[in-house]
């Protein structure tokens, strides 16, 4: 079984990292109780929070080095950018490290209204990371026009979880095998 991940995994916010949409469901300003972990409230005080499986994602994709993208078209950018910085990420699993701000995990952040495809022309720019080398998870499936780009699209139904997660991954590892050459000597490397 191969673990190998893409250099960059890309992931839609509303209904896909949380269950709504903030430039909608959310009232600003947000804020923390404290060092509440994985909870965000607005001014009425309702809940933001990312899904169960999220902060797990989270850090086996920063452990993989892997980069880590936002990739959202909503009207509420801001509010989208406080949301992140305020979010307490729990450790990982066994770790005795201290909560991480959610925007730490985050190596680019392309949140503002419009089309995907414009997302994922800048974060090529920006990073310099082939379009095949890059796997999206969104709620929208009118936004898997990104693979025309080469970009590889995973439908998140019912927001991310590990079965999601992996389902992405198991696709773009079918559609980009590893290759495997042959040196003068006639030895396979990978």
């Known amino acids: 079984m191969t673990t190998r991940l ?17 430039d909608t469901h959310v009232t600003g300003p947000l804020h923390r109780n404290k060092v509440t972990i994985n909870e965000v409230l607005d001014k009425h005080n309702d809940s933001i929070s990312f899904y169960p499986d999220v902060p797990q994602i989270l850090h086996r994709l920063r452990t993989a080095q892997a980069t880590i993208a936002a990739a959202s ?11 992140l910085t305020l979010l307490l990420v729990p450790p990982k699993q ?37 379009y095949s080398e890059m796997l999206f ?10 693979e025309a780009l080469g970009v590889t699209f995973c439908l998140a139904r019912n927001g991310m979880d590990d079965r999601t997660f992996e ?3 198991a696709e773009w590892r079918k559609r980009h095998p590893v290759e495997v050459t042959e040196d003068a000597a006639g030895s396979a490397s990978t």
Do not use: C
């Not at 005795?96 to 503002?112: G, V, W």
């Open 6 to 22: 893409p250099k960059l995994v890309a992931f839609d916010l509303d209904y896909t990292l949380w269950d709504l949409w903030i």
């Open 73 to 83: 078209r909503t009207s509420a950018p801001k509010l989208a950018r406080s949301a």
């Open 94 to 130: 066994g770790s005795n490290e201290d909560p991480m701000k959610a925007i730490n995990f985050f190596d680019q952040l392309e949140i503002y209204p419009g089309s995907k495809l414009t997302h994922f022309k800048k974060l090529h720019e920006k990073t310099g990371i082939p």
């Open 137 to 146: 998870f969104d709620d929208e499936h009118r936004n898997k026009e990104v």
């Open 167 to 169: 389902k992405g991954l």
